[in-house]
């Protein structure tokens, strides 16, 4: 049954992507443009599906068209990037923005500049700078009025800015590290009930037991120490130029929902050796899990030129490409478990704090916040030998700073990818995985000599005397011994079983001594993954297709395990337990079994048992738990919940997600399918100012959406209405040396502007799990060609 499902999935995919590759007309767009900044002459060929493929006479001229390019297609997504990351939100949008600007320019990078250029790979310097004098070259443009300026500066009454090349290494807040939110989390817990008390939030992986570090005293740390750091690490809202007031939010519930939702961030990634593929070349599969929404987190990009030639996707205010290919290797990329953050508590004086006997003085850096319409603000921020002040408390005498890897030289978000740019063989992506940065990846690779693998990557510190899941005092007794070494972090070329696969699992080898972290992702993914890589000696793209849109769940399989001895009197209760006893697991979108779990598991099962064995103090931050955790302990569960309780608060809960269902669904169960549940609706924040008619226009969906977060799909969404908050805004599904083969999808589109046919076109397909071609012969780009510009240097 499994192989006849997989093979209706694949056989569905293929007929999307034909679908969407039949052309809605044989006519080709012809322009000229000059462009004041471009060297040589160049090509700009859009395909029919939006796709920017840039011809190039040299390098240089190639990055500089990507960043105009980019601003063409997404000006407002990247300039609103540079302000937030910068911290010049309320120089444009006002005095409600100081706050997150300050908040934002604590986490600037302030070190040696020359440093951060050497860190990557050699030409880096000049790549940056060029993106950023196309960017600039096309705000000129704009502000010239050559240019249409998009609605989004309209509706906020800005402008763009220029960009200098450093702002893009400086910005650090848009990368994924971690664990100070677990951290604080976790000590919070402690504080209420104990530290034993964290079982159900978080499960540890290698097995592991948290100790308290000597001289914390967890209640000294304030629930809100977070507050800048959650300020500056946020999207931008503009609910505040709407009129709308904040509502205040309880500290602990604040850090447990910044918890829950960058938990749901994450990735699968896959290769598969030549000698399991129909073709006998490697297969390269990733499918990289972030928040979606309009525009799209990424760009799909091809750059070309005599000594370059890549093709994949990236944050569009970043040169290059972070995951993709060239004419020789394949990259791509999930999310590795690292701890590469740590809050440091002090005892302070004044702006001094104690450091190894002494008192040592805090660095003070004044900036000047340019605030539209008002006079400027000054700031003052903090600095300790650690890194930034978060919090400080004179009446306690404490302060609290963070230590993060995003103050280390070459650590902008993902730039270390370009190392692979020109990658040839296993030995340059190795030197790209020893010195790639932030975030933590798992990065796998293929090439066309037929070699796959799969190496940890990620600035890793060592931490001799704590396990990094607590903060410790500041005062010189716990410090950073300097970070893992080169080939230290696990790897495997070539693997036995001709495959590896990945999805934010702990992966680390049986006897693995140096875990640079203990918080992971659920097996659910991987165990799926896995299982059907496993079934397909001949695999084929279109069953790696397939695979990523895939709507098993293999944890609620665990979950039903639960169940399935049990019974109930109440019929309602029976009826739902003889469904989900019978359910294949499948979250389909006609699925009514799926409803029932989803519902139970996310909203009910999870707080019901915290409430039964959590003291009420810490029940808060618990929230629903981490499910894994909370069916870990289910299976087992300790004096706390005697089996014959658990089994009442299983058969409860449920009964309460049935109550739920009926409010939301109706009376019928058999109309209680999946899809009317989950659905994704992508809204940009700036919408919230446009009139009706427009924020229509601006908006896209709702579509039904199979799958959850559990599933290889992983469409996370938020328990309040069922709406897709994360998952894999870009797919890519590569044939290694057969390159136009490949496929790809970004969701909604590759547009950033909400009246362009490329704003939305993609959103069908990608929830269908349809793909289009991913070309890369020039002659194969040609044939799908919809418009070919000519630039030409400016006079």
Known sequence: ?????????????????????????????????????????????????????????????????????????????????????????????????VAQDRAARLFLYRGDMAAEWNAYAPGARETVEAFAAGVNAYVAEVRAGTRPLPVEFRLTASQPEAWAPEDVLRIRSHALVSNVTQEVARTRVACAAGLGADHLRRKLEPAHVAAMPRGLAPCD????????????????????????????????????????????????????????????????????????????????????????????????????????????????????????????????????????????????????????????????????????????????????????????????????????????????????????????????????????????????????????????????????????????????????????????????????????????????RIDRIAEVLATQPRATLAQSMALQGDSHNAISRRAIALLRPLNSPDPQIARALEVLKAWDNDERTDSVAASIYQTWSASHLGRATAAAVTPAAARTLMGAGQLDAVITYLEKPDAGLPVNARDQLLLKTLGDALAELRVRLGPDITTWTWGRLHHARFEPAVAVLADPQLAAQMSVGPLQIPGSGSSPRAASYRVEDFRQTAGASVRFVLDVGAWDNSMAINTPGQSGDPFSPHYRDLFPLWAAGAYVPLRFSREAVDRDAEAVITLTPAP
């Open 221 to 524: 740390v304030p629930p809100d120490v977070l507050d800048d750091y959650i300020l500056a690490t946020q999207p931008v809202s503009f609910a505040a130029l709407a009129g709308k007031t904040a509502t205040a939010v309880d500290p602990g519930l604040k850090l447990a929902q910044v918890i829950e939702e960058t938990s749901s961030e994450g990735s699968n990634n896959w290769v598969i050796a030549a000698s399991r593929t129909a073709t006998g070349r490697p297969i390269l599969a990733n499918d990289p899990h972030r928040p979606v929404g309009a525009p799209s987190l990424r760009y799909i990009v091809h750059l070309t030129a005599p000594d370059l030639s890549i093709i994949g996707a990236g944050e569009p205010a970043l040169p290059g490409v972070s995951f993709g290919h060239n004419g020789r290797t394949a990259f791509g990329i999930t999310i590795h478990a690292m701890d590469q953050e740590d809050l440091y508590v002090y005892e302070t004086r004044a702006d001094a704090y104690r450091y190894k006997g002494g008192f040592e003085p805090m660095r003070v850096v004044r900036e000047t916040i340019e605030v539209k319409g008002e006079a400027p603000r000054e700031a003052e921020l903090r600095f300790t030998r650690h890194g930034p002040v978060l919090a400080a408390d004179a009446k306690s005498g404490r302060a609290f700073a963070l230590r993060t890897i995003w103050n280390e030289p070459g650590l902008a978000g993902y730039f270390g990818s370009s190392r692979m740019w020109r990658a040839r063989s296993w030995e340059d992506f190795q030197t790209t995985r020893n010195r790639w940065g932030a975030p933590p990846l798992n990065l796998v690779y293929a090439d066309t000599g037929g070699t796959v693998g799969w190496a940890a990557a990620g600035r890793a510190p060592v931490r001799r005397n704590w396990d990094g899941l607590m903060p410790v005092p500041g005062d010189g007794r716990y410090e950073w011994a300097g970070f893992q070494a080169d080939n230290v972090l696990p790897d495997a070329k070539n693997p036995a079983a001709g495959f590896f696969a990945t999805a934010n699992e702990m992966n680390l080898p049986r006897g693995y001594r140096n875990p640079a972290a203990f918080e992971w992702g659920d097996r659910s």
């Open 1 to 97: 049954m499994r192989r006849v499902l997989a093979g209706v999935l694949a056989a569905a995919t293929l007929a999307g992507a034909a679908q969407a590759a039949e052309p809605g007309s044989t006519a080709i767009r012809r322009e000229s443009w000059p462009v004041a900044g471009l060297a040589q002459p160049a090509e700009l060929v859009i395909d029919r599906w939006g796709i920017a493929h840039i011809y190039a006479a040299s390098a240089r001229d190639a990055f500089f068209l990507q960043g105009y390019n980019a601003a063409r297609d997404r000006l407002w997504q990247i300039d609103l990037w540079r302000k937030r990351g910068l911290g010049r939100l309320a120089a444009h949008f006002g005095p409600a923005y």
